[in-house]
């Protein structure tokens, strides 16, 4: 069994004007108590108990903040301007009567049961497990945002592990988003076009905006982009896990964090539009790939981004790359993002220890039709440059610190 921790947002729902203003009542005496607890020294603060300590707050929610201000995270911070209230697993309970849940837990006015709604039906399934104790409870924070009122719950989830017997590489870009392909090729693609178009439509309509002054509007306009880019990035992922079940297989991902490091942007690709897809998006649709295939129980593979849209998926030679199309010195043609996708799909490892950014220079140096296998457990040089393809692999050592920028 796995365990993969979840955070739900739940909304209250139809909360009064009185219950309101009692959370932010409790929020703020919360805060008033933990800074007060914070002006103690820390070792006295260890050892009290809720006893000793004057606050209107029920007991459960007392010793959570001392609890809080004793913790790793809490014992260095010198002041805090808010401190949401936290409840922990033991005080809160769940219910459902008819078609709505809520929540009980307790308040300055006692225990009371709040309804509850979820963002989204994909979480109906995990509050249905909460229900029937099948998952761990953690504890639940009490939260405003923009005037609304939300719990955020913490749960564990035991999911089984499955043995999947293949591995699909998900490779993303401009020009498709993400294409997720098998080792054999078998793929699907998302196209950026729908994305590009109509982020340049929301770009101009942002700049008359901003011309006429109209800054309410333009905050609602970047708000409303953001919510439709989050939706493209659930759905995408979402597909994926569909293929990857199917296929049964893991999914093997470029690590592109070296990249982002060391790549700096030009002011004119930082607006310009064909960047649209940009950090920000890669980034939020990987952490949603990964919870999403963590939840059906498979596993996320990261490997190095280099060579994996450099190398010919069909003969292992390396390649040039223009725009969609793929060309190798062996004469074969591929869309350069499936072939990267395929590349990843059956990458298992470098043949040899090698410093990236060394053989990269020397390769760009060299005529990139004398890539020849890597010799395994001999030192590096031009000659030794890795190959993806699995045929030719032998087991060697696994390099994790690649900080080369190859994606396009
Ligand atoms: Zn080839």
Redo the contacts with the bound molecule.
């Keep these: 069994m796995k365990q993969v921790k979840l955070t739900i947002k739940l909304k209250f729902v139809n909360l009064n004007k009185v219950k309101a203003e009692m959370f932010a009542q409790m929020e703020k005496e919360n805060t008033r108590l933990a800074n007060e607890l914070l002006s103690i020294p820390y070792m006295e603060r260890r050892k009290l108990t809720t006893a000793k300590v004057n606050s209107i707050l029920a007991s459960a929610l007392s010793n959570q903040t001392i609890r809080h201000t004793i913790s790793a995270s809490g014992r260095h911070s010198k002041h805090y301007t808010k401190l949401p209230i936290e409840i922990n697993r033991q005080n809160w309970n769940l219910h459902k009567v008819g078609d709505t849940y809520s929540l009980s837990f307790p308040t300055i006015q006692g225990v009371k049961r709040v309804p509850v709604e979820i963002a989204s039906q994909h979480w109906q399934s995990v509050l249905e497990k909460v229900l029937s104790n099948q998952c761990i409870k953690g504890s639940i924070k009490i939260l405003c945002k923009r005037k609304v009122w939300y719990a955020n719950m913490n749960v564990t989830l035991e999911v089984p592990e499955v043995q999947s017997q293949n591995k699909i590489g998900v490779d993303r870009g401009q020009n498709n988003l993400a294409v997720a392909a098998s080792s054999k090729g078998f793929a699907i693609f998302f196209s950026g076009l729908c994305v590009k178009h109509r982020r340049k439509y929301y770009q101009k309509r942002r700049k008359s905006l901003l011309q006429a002054k109209k800054f309410r509007a333009l905050k609602k306009q970047t708000k409303k982009e953001h919510r439709w880019l989050e939706a493209v990035t659930h759905t995408i992922s979402r597909r994926i896990v569909r293929f990857v079940q199917f296929l049964d297989a893991d999914v093997v991902l470029e690590d592109l964090e070296g990249c982002f490091k060391t790549t700096k942007l030009s002011p004119k690709t930082k607006t310009d539009v064909d960047e649209t897809w940009n950090r920000n998006s890669f980034y939020s649709l990987e952490q949603k790939l990964i919870y999403k295939i963590e939840m059906v129980g498979r596993k996320v593979i990261k490997v190095p981004a280099a060579y994996t849209s450099k190398t010919?998926s069909?003969?292992?030679?390396l390649?040039e790359r223009k725009k969609h199309d793929f060309h190798?010195?062996?004469?074969?043609y591929h869309n350069a993002d499936h072939n990267a996708a395929v590349n990843l799909a059956r990458w298992i490892g470098f043949t040899c220890d090698l410093n990236l950014k060394e053989t990269l220079s020397a390769m760009e140096s060299v005529d990139s039709g004398y890539a020849v296998l890597g010799t395994p457990q001999s030192k590096c040089t031009v000659s030794g440059t890795p190959t993806l393809r699995e045929s030719e692999m032998s087991s060697g050592d696994l390099v994790n610190t690649y900080p080369a920028r190859d994606v396009g």
């Design positions: 010919c069909t003969c292992g030679m390649g190798c010195t062996n004469g074969h």
